[in-house]
């Protein structure tokens, strides 16, 4: 299983953490474009940023937000309260403006999207050639749901990377951990690892 390290840092300084650039299409032959993930922690958060690589954002302009986020590329987070994602893990799906659509969730694939992250700070921003996204989660708030217990987090970190073609939108989907499904499908045990919260 893969590991990645948050590093402690009191005033959550982003430049102090470790880079997770480990990123691929597991259903797609050919190289992702760059995504870099990057988390570090105090006593009260843990602040994270995704840096993308896009030359071709897709936003997506319905008027419901959840549908919005959806519809368009984003970056997302999940955090599991078990291995076997038989007790609720939690997702934020986030996109370049900075909307969420997040969810609680059981295997396989019952989503409760009434359910919301409680104290959840989120900024997205674009540029000619892609997007970042920064936020923070609080620790205590993780610790309650059961994801975050002896400095160890079973998260999942993927991107959804969509462009514009002639018959509409291309979707394709990119993942730190290769969940190796036969179809595209992040809601499964095999595509999460793990967060050590290290200081």
């Not at 190289?31 to 105090?42: D, I």
């Not at 896009?54 to 919005?68: C, K, M, R, T």
């Not at 217990?149 to 291309?170: K, L, P």
């Amino acid at each position: 299983m893969k590991h990645y390290s948050v590093v402690f840092s009191e005033h959550l300084d982003l430049t102090l953490s470790n880079v997770l650039t480990d990123f691929q299409f597991p259903w797609k032959d050919q190289p992702a474009p760059s995504t870099e993930f990057r988390a570090v922690w105090n006593e009260e958060w843990m602040k994270f940023q995704f840096d993308v690589d896009d030359h071709d954002i897709v936003l997506n302009s319905s008027s419901d937000q959840d549908e919005a986020v959806l519809g368009s590329d984003r970056v997302e987070l999940f955090f599991a309260s078990s291995a076997d994602l038989e007790q609720p893990y939690f997702g934020a799906e986030m996109d370049p403006r900075g909307w969420v659509y997040d969810y609680l969730a059981t295997s396989y694939r019952q989503f409760d999207d009434s359910w919301t992250f409680p104290h959840l700070e989120l900024a997205g921003r674009t540029y000619e050639d892609g997007y970042s996204v920064e936020g923070k989660f609080s620790l205590s708030m993780l610790r309650d749901l059961g994801c975050l217990a002896d400095g160890r987090m079973i998260t999942g970190v993927y991107r959804a990377e969509f462009s514009h073609s002639e018959s509409g939108v291309e979707e394709n989907w990119i993942s730190w951990v290769d969940p190796e499904t036969e179809t595209p499908d992040f809601h499964v045990p095999s595509s999460f690892g793990i967060f050590d919260f290290i200081r």
